[in-house]
């Protein structure tokens, strides 16, 4: 029962969440409707999620209304389970598939599993790039940290040269939920999109809608969506879609923004620098004495749980806040009023990773999160690579692979 004491340690500790699924320990958002006796299967009258004709295919219409002229799938093995089908099943009509920076590693390993090529890019250089017929253009937008960028200009250069658009929206899916949030990919014709409803709206973990503007290759990523999710998908993480779609569709922001304003303050109180993304429910905080690593120490001390932290800073993922939410907003306020805000004395990891340098890469190396991957399978480990995973593990920030390729190159020269 180690799990299930680890978890109930996290609540009784009034543990705060700053971090992803987007309900925050259950305190924002329908989730208290749900009840764990809703937890069924494929029963006469509660219809099968990959050939819907009932109730299912009803609530995939309500989601349908979400973008005009979009076909809506939920998913339960989240957005992986939508990229994997959808590069997939684009793959059988498609030749080639350009990458934009940042892309997270599960569009690498759909693309490993479809045995197709790609062709890396920057984000500005996607403006540029000379698409044709053939081409597919896979784009994170938002970012992990909440960036936003020019997803109209980027979208319009690849369809006028005859590409389409994958876009991968997992940190997406609460755009345009109220004024004052960026606006969807959806608005400019992206071809397919795919939005996590569980990492910002109040939504159980793995609960994902796809969204595709063609009838065609809707029917072709149904296939594959057959293929890849599970057949008894869970009716608790479906029923969780509907109660997060309910509030995007009733969502009013005035408290969201004054709130926000108001954990700001606290914080600049406390000397923390605040950098205000373009998706103003992601923060990304500084301190000007401390590093990001020491920083999220001193909130992890006070039982607030960010979502990460690295040289870009302590990531912050706010609350939808709304009336009557649940939300310990008061406490928060006072936990950071009263943290002891200094230098970290965690012991540094001390690993001997430089024999690594130059070496073929076994497994890609991966900082989870955002999931974004430092080395790929296959390729050479550099030795800005080495410096950059060491540099990760000094931070205690969470990497994977690393362990993988340390014993495989270990044992091979022992």
């Keep these: 029962m180690q799990l299930y004491r680890k978890l109930t340690a996290m609540i009784d500790e009034e543990s705060i969440s700053m971090h992803v699924p987007g309900h925050k320990n259950n305190t924002i958002g329908y989730l208290p409707r749900i009840d764990w006796r809703y937890d069924m299967?494929?029963?006469?009258?509660?219809?099968?999620?990959h050939e819907p004709n009932g109730v299912l295919e009803r609530l995939n219409g309500e989601l349908s209304k979400k973008y005009d002229g979009y076909t809506a799938q939920m998913m339960v093995n989240g957005t992986t389970n939508g990229l994997l089908a959808a590069i997939y099943a684009i793959s059988k009509s498609h030749k080639r598939f350009i990458i934009a920076e940042g892309a997270h590693k599960s569009i690498y390993h759909a693309l490993e599993l479809a045995g197709v090529d790609y062709i890396s890019v920057t984000i500005e250089e996607c403006v540029f790039f000379s698409f044709t017929t053939d081409d597919v253009l896979l784009i994170t937008y938002p970012t992990y940290i909440g960036e936003c960028f020019n997803i109209e200009s980027?979208?319009?250069?690849?369809?006028?040269?005859?590409?389409?658009?994958?876009?991968?929206?997992?940190?997406?899916?609460?755009?345009?939920?109220?004024?004052?949030?960026?606006?969807?990919s959806m608005n400019y014709q992206s071809d397919v999109t795919i939005q996590s409803y569980h990492k910002m709206l109040p939504a159980l973990t793995m609960a994902s809608v796809i969204f595709v503007r063609d009838r065609l290759i809707y029917q072709s990523i149904m296939k594959y969506i057959d293929y890849f999710e599970t057949s008894s998908p869970s009716y608790l993480v479906m029923a969780s879609i509907e109660q997060a779609h309910g509030f995007y569709n009733d969502y009013n922001a005035?408290?969201?923004?004054?709130?926000?304003?108001?954990?700001?303050?606290?914080?600049k109180e406390r000397n923390i620098e605040v950098r205000m993304q373009a998706d103003p429910a992601k923060l990304l905080l500084f301190h000007p004495v401390i590093t990001p690593r020491s920083l999220a120490e001193c909130f992890i001390a006070q039982g607030i749980y960010p979502e990460m932290w690295g040289d870009e800073g302590v990531l912050?993922?706010?609350?939808?806040?709304?009336?009557?939410?649940?939300?310990p907003f008061r406490l928060l306020l006072e936990r950071i009023c009263t943290m002891n805000i200094t230098e970290s004395t965690s012991v540094t990891i001390e690993v001997s990773i430089d024999f690594l340098e130059n070496r073929v890469c076994v497994q890609s190396i991966i900082p989870y999160p955002p999931g974004v991957p430092l080395v790929h399978e296959g390729e050479r480990i550099t030795s800005s690579a080495v410096k950059s995973i060491a540099h990760y593990l000094n931070n205690h920030v969470r990497i994977e692979g690393v362990k993988a390729n340390l014993e495989h190159y270990k044992n091979e020269d022992d």
């Design 154 to 184: 980027i979208i319009h250069h690849v369809h006028s040269l005859g590409g389409i658009v994958i876009t991968d929206e997992a940190h997406g899916a609460h755009f345009d939920i109220a004024e004052g949030f960026p606006t969807s």
């Design 316 to 327: 912050f993922c706010l609350p939808l806040f709304h009336d009557n939410d649940r939300f």
């Design 41 to 49: 299967t494929e029963i006469e009258g509660l219809d099968d999620l």
């Design 254 to 267: 005035e408290k969201f923004f004054h709130k926000r304003e108001k954990l700001i303050e606290v914080l």
